[in-house]
């Protein structure tokens, strides 16, 4: 059994390699069982790409921008499937979501509005955009009583608050908490700066149940909070991200205490812990809406699995896990699943030297062997089926394998989310390439 | 008339839940887990609710028309802010008292606490502008600003109207009972209820509390 675990892990270099190491992105090494054969990759990268192209040119207009949003997200895509290195390109993925994000969205912002700044004459014009994280504070008023706190439009526009919902809706259906590793356009920042030291001068170790309470009490806090005074507490008051996208004008004394809470909470949460402790520390330890993902979790019919009998105990996931989700305690205790917060980032499939971590479907009751093997070691006992039959029955066994499965929904999801923010972002760029070059003529 | 009031508390009660729940939730999911023990600290919740609803019943319905010449306008949110500021420093304390590092002061609102708390709780709560509340209150002021006006009578008559809104709007409350049963087994739900309990205090006298009483 072990003997089928192991595998080959060999210095395989991409194109990217050299930037991502210097960025700090890069793991060095490669491994087999994160590696889709090329027929594979092909077909499925056929599918995200399509997918990509119909969000990104489908809905936006065909431009150099979009075409070379196209390419380095179906590029990324491909790497993720193929290159053997799933957790690095996804982290690259997902920065560059976040990155995409903010200035397109504040660009936006101050075309419509002349500044970032949220007047109260937005927020009674329902006029302020719906994020996921407001979803924490709105879900429990609106089913208690049909009553909507947030100052946004319901719908007839992409962050109105019904479409937002349904994208939540359905994105935790598929993925869980898998969105706060692959779709989430805020999670990038605190990737980006958890990987800008090399070690950690703040070690969490011991603390990882301290910090996984503290995001489930933010959570209760905010809802019960929102409930009692009928407003958006964490927007009005805490959210870190009001500094790269929106913050309420500030015309007194609680705007001014509410912009210093924003700032520090930018660089305290998302830049200074982050790379402080080499983790996630604001989706650990303070995002409500992490802590809401991983309570319905059970939803998503995917999950990391940790094969106890493979395991070592020698400690790589808890490690490199960005959320705390593994611990010492809980490998200790050989339990076979991450704590609920897990979002299926692949850190720890990859770091595991045993290979005894891996994407699983959560009913899933078979041992932990590559499908795709065992399904061609089937078909080729029986004498029946040709060549060419067994070779489609491999394809579709290792199409259905759940990384892949998983790894192109959340994908797809991200582009939904992202796609047009990134075409705005780097069309922006181009013009002000343009700009230098044509001297602003 | 009480059936009025009756109706109006079964027809407002979930934005009673709303509004007054939190004030209780965590110190319940933060206090043990038996039955019994739940359904004192309810109840004492319930009944320091009450008090605060009679209060406002009682003093709305004597004053009457009154109110409009001799209380300030700002009066009711002053008064709201207050109840959120005593509420937030009960809940503070009592969320500090469960850290075992309790100084002094905490540890006096601990001792014997949790349902002398519940019932601060339940009076501060009683004075919150939630929706049904603003709508209970003007029909007292209305009924009372006629002949009755400055009595006895009147106040009576306060009081009644909220005594029945509160039966009406208690029955929204029946699900608190049940807490227990949806705590059994969930590991670590008493600690983060502790820790939310000293958020949302923090919460409660600042922002709703002196942020809006000098605002």
């Known amino acids: ?441 | 008339m009480p059936i009025e009031a009756l109706l109006l508390g079964l027809s407002t009660g979930t934005y009673c839940v709303m509004s007054c729940a939190p004030y209780a939730l965590p110190l319940l999911v933060a206090e043990g887990s038996g039955l019994r023990r739940n359904a004192v600290l309810v109840g004492v919740f319930l009944t320091g609710r009450l008090v605060g609803y009679l209060a406002v019943g009682a003093v709305l319905g004597a004053v009457g028309a009154y109110a409009l010449r001799y209380v300030p306008p700002r009066a009711e949110i002053a008064l709201a802010a207050i109840g959120y500021m005593v509420a937030g420093a009960f809940l503070i304390l009592q969320g500090i008292s469960y850290t075992g590092r309790a100084h002094r002061l905490c540890a006096a609102v601990k001792a014997g606490a949790a349902g002398r708390n519940a019932g601060v709780l339940g009076l501060a709560s009683g004075f919150s502008l939630c929706p049904p509340f603003v709508a209970a209150a003007g029909r007292v002021f209305a009924l009372s600003s006629g002949s009755t006006a400055g009595t006895v009578g009147g106040g009576l008559l306060g009081l009644l109207y909220f005594a029945c809104f509160f039966v009406g709007t208690s029955v929204f409350f029946l699900p608190l009972f049940g807490l227990p049963f949806a705590k059994r087994g969930v590991e670590g739900l008493r600690r983060v209820a502790r820790v939310t309990m000293i958020m949302l205090g923090l919460y409660f006298f600042f922002a709703l509390g002196i942020f809006r009483l000098v605002a």
């Not at chain 1, 395989?12 to 087999?32: F, H, K, M, N, V």
């Open chain 1, 1 to 441: 059994m072990n003997g089928q675990l192991e595998h080959s892990m060999e210095n395989r270099q991409t194109i990217l390699d050299p930037a991502l190491r210097l960025l700090g992105l890069a793991e060095p090494l490669a491994s087999d069982k994160d590696r889709a054969s090329l027929p594979v990759a092909l077909v499925v990268t056929a599918f995200a790409g399509y997918w990509t192209l119909f969000f990104v040119m489908g809905l936006s207009k065909v431009s150099l921008g979009a075409l070379l949003v196209s390419v380095w997200f179906i590029g990324l895509f491909y790497l993720i499937i193929r290159s053997g290195k799933p957790a690095v390109y996804r982290r690259v993925f997902f920065v560059s979501i976040a990155l995409f994000f903010f200035p397109s969205f504040i660009a936006n912002l101050v075309a419509a509005r002349g500044s970032m700044a949220l007047s109260a004459q937005d927020i009674f014009a329902n006029e302020t955009p719906y994020c996921h994280i407001v979803s924490t504070m709105t879900v429990l008023p609106w089913a208690l009583t049909r009553t909507v706190i947030f100052p946004g439009r319901l719908t007839g526009s992409y962050a109105s608050i019904y479409s937002m919902l349904a994208i939540w809706l359905v994105a935790s259906l598929t993925l869980g908490r898998g969105w706060c590793a692959w779709v989430c356009f805020y999670g990038g920042w605190d990737d980006l700066f958890s990987r800008a030291r090399k070690r950690a001068l703040i070690s969490l170790e011991g603390k990882e149940a301290s910090v996984r309470r503290f995001s489930y009490a933010m959570l209760a806090f905010v809802a019960l909070a929102s409930l009692a005074s009928l407003s958006a507490v964490y927007c009005v008051w805490l959210c870190p991200f009001k500094l790269v996208t929106e913050y309420p004008a500030i015309t007194g004394f609680t705007g001014y205490l509410a912009t210093m809470i924003f700032i520090l909470a930018f660089f305290g949460l998302v830049v200074v812990m982050p790379a402080l402790t080499r983790k996630r520390f604001q989706c650990a330890a303070y995002c409500p809406f992490g802590a809401l993902q991983g309570l319905i979790d059970g939803i998503s019919p995917f999950r990391i699995r940790i094969d106890t009998a493979a395991c070592i105990g020698c400690g790589a996931c808890a490690r490199v896990c960005p959320v705390l989700a593994i611990d010492k305690a809980l490998i200790e205790a050989k339990k076979a699943v991450p704590h609920l917060n897990c979002v299926k980032c692949g850190e720890c499939v990859a770091a595991c030297p045993r290979g005894a971590i891996r994407l699983a479907f959560r009913i899933a009751s078979a041992p932990l062997v590559a499908p795709a093997a065992a399904i061609t070691a089937k078909a080729d006992k029986a004498p029946s089926t040709s060549a060419r039959e067994r070779r489609m029955g491999a394809m579709l066994a290792e199409i259905v394998q759940p990384r892949i499965l998983f790894a192109t929904t959340a994908f797809v999801f991200g582009m939904v989310i992202s796609s047009s923010f990134a075409v705005r972002s780097v069309g922006m760029v181009i013009v002000a390439v343009a700009g230098l070059f044509t001297g602003g003529r």
